[in-house]
């Protein structure tokens, strides 16, 4: 398995160079194919005070959306030339201009999708439904920390393990890289005796299954505390310095997710190195 096909999502310049320097690399790296998707915002009917469509106004808003796309094309086509690569750019429109949501449809024919963590600091429009992408496309998907630079040989690779169906998604979605990483380390969180597991034992299937791919895998069961399982894995990342995350993406309902957190929005909001994540 490798990533011959990989989708870099710029919404706005101020995350164009952030996603290129992860997904360009990794492009070289598996000899893939690398396709990146902008989207623009259609321009709004404004209408004047005399009740007529102010036709001035769109066409300058269209012609200052077309000059954002060509800039980000530029950048994205000088940089991957450069990579001697294989690409393609897709320049789109929708209501919302969210490069994420406009990138549902090319990512689902795509093995891995790239795009930067949502700054919560950028501007409204500058920022990209990172979300739709993780439990919409189907798709695994890395997203690379606003603030924090990212090695893409990812040397050392940690695996959050609950067991289940999103984690398993998440593993072997990220195959390509854990066969190449020096280490790969399997965190278990809370592990708990089950009808078809003793929970001591949590993880040792996975660890065995990664093995027989190569993999260099160690073990660490560890238990949350009063941490909250997003902050013991944010924790076991800095004790661990490793350099990639990978997980199950999770949703509950969000009348839950308001009084108690989940674990996918915590790591999201936070995401002290790159992560993968899977559905």
Known sequence: MSYKTILAVLQDKTDAERVLDCALPLGSRFSSHVIAVHSEAIPIPYVSPMGFPDTNFMAISSKTNQQHSEELKTIFETRAQREGLSFEWHALESVSGD????????????????????????????????????????????????????????????????????????????????????????????????????????????????????????????????LGVGAAIERQIASSKAELLVMGAYSQSWLKEIFFGGTTRTVMRSMPVATLMAR
């Open 99 to 226: 490069s994420a949501v406009g990138a549902l449809i090319v990512a689902r024919a795509c093995d891995l999708v790239i795009v930067q963590q949502v700054n919560p600091d950028a501007s409204g429009g500058s920022r990209a439904n990172v979300e739709a992408l993780l439990f919409d496309s189907g798709r695994p998907v890395l997203i690379v920390p606003f603030a924090t630079p990212v090695d893409t040989r990812f040397r050392k690779v940690l695996i959050a393990w609950n067991g289940t169906q999103q984690a398993a998604r998440a593993v072997f979605d990220a195959l390509p890289f854990i066969r190449e990483a020096d280490e790969t380390e399997i965190l278990t969180l809370d592990a708990v005796d089950t009808g078809q597991e003793d929970g001591a034992l949590a993880g040792v299937d996975i660890a065995a299954a990664l093995a027989r791919h190569g993999a260099k895998v160690t073990f660490s069961p560890a238990s949350s505390g009063e």
